[in-house]
């Protein structure tokens, strides 16, 4: 069984794939105050809710977008399942063409979710992750990763909002009853929700001009669910596509060695 670990910049999502099935997901917070050994107990309790044994794990990969808590995530996933994880980054075997100005600039999130693209999903594709960050990055019809954009993420704009406005309250993600707000929340709403999935729809609309053809559009991410079904056009969704990206790189890699005692 393989133990892939996503460290993103709020949320740590922790997936076991027995073989090319996911056994269980979970998701913990990123803190860069918390020790290997705090994210080693967190972890022995993941395992355990989730009735899964630690010694049937024979491999661990990570990609990290936080790099001050890379090294405890690696820690704790050394001390728990016993194995040195591969960590995503320079000198790891992608199969996939990076064809930007400075491959060494893509994420290793989006690195993973650009192989799954490429391995799941029609020629050309893009990829929308939309978390504290909002990316969309594009795959050609040669399968290439040919560039993006990046954008910031609902929670982001609206943490940048209320901390900037004194008037205007904290609100939840939920769509408003109309476009046009009658009341304070309902119009912040509609400006945060509304206005993020018709962002995207219109950079969508962009990148299709630009390319001279359809795009499969591809949405991952925590905040995906909320912004994609209010806009105009279809998506994947596709809440574990950097699992994937995680476990087709594993495949493509040599196992990690077993831990010194």
Do not use: W
Request: proline share 5%; glycine share 10%; charged share 20%.
């Amino acid at each position: 069984m393989l133990l892939a670990v996503d460290i993103g910049n709020t949320n740590i999502t922790i997936g076991v794939y027995d073989g090319e099935s996911l056994f269980f997901t979970a998701r913990t917070s990123t803190d860069a105050d918390r020790t290997g050994d705090q994210y080693a107990v967190e972890l022995m309790g993941i395992f355990a809710l989730n009735k899964c044994d630690v010694c049937l794990i024979d491999g661990a990969i990570v990609s990290s977008v936080a790099p001050a808590v890379t090294n405890a995530i690696c820690s704790a996933v050394t001390k728990v399942v016993g194995i040195v994880p591969i960590v995503v980054g320079p000198g790891i075997k992608t199969g996939l063409n990076i064809a930007i100005n400075d491959p060494a600039e893509l994420g290793a999130d989006l690195l993973c979710a650009s192989v799954a693209a490429l391995n799941k999903y029609p020629l050309p594709n893009a990829v929308c992750d939309l978390g504290t960050a909002s990316t969309i990055f594009v795959l050609d019809k040669d399968g290439r990763m040919i560039g993006g954009i990046i954008y910031p993420g609902i929670r982001t704009s609206l943490m940048a909002l209320v901390n900037n406005a004194a008037l205007l309250p904290q609100i939840s993600y939920e769509k408003p009853k109309q476009v046009i707000g009658r009341n304070t929340i309902d119009s912040m709403r509609s400006g945060l929700i509304l206005g993020a999935a018709s962002l995207l729809d219109g950079m969508l609309d962009r990148i299709e001009e630009e390319l001279g053809m359809p795009v499969t559009a591809i949405a991952t991410g925590g905040f995906s669910p909320d912004i994609i079904r209010n806009c105009h056009r279809e998506f994947i969704l596709d809440e574990n596509l950097v699992l994937e990206g995680l476990r087709l790189l594993y495949k493509k890699n040599e196992k990690p060695r077993k831990a010194k005692n």
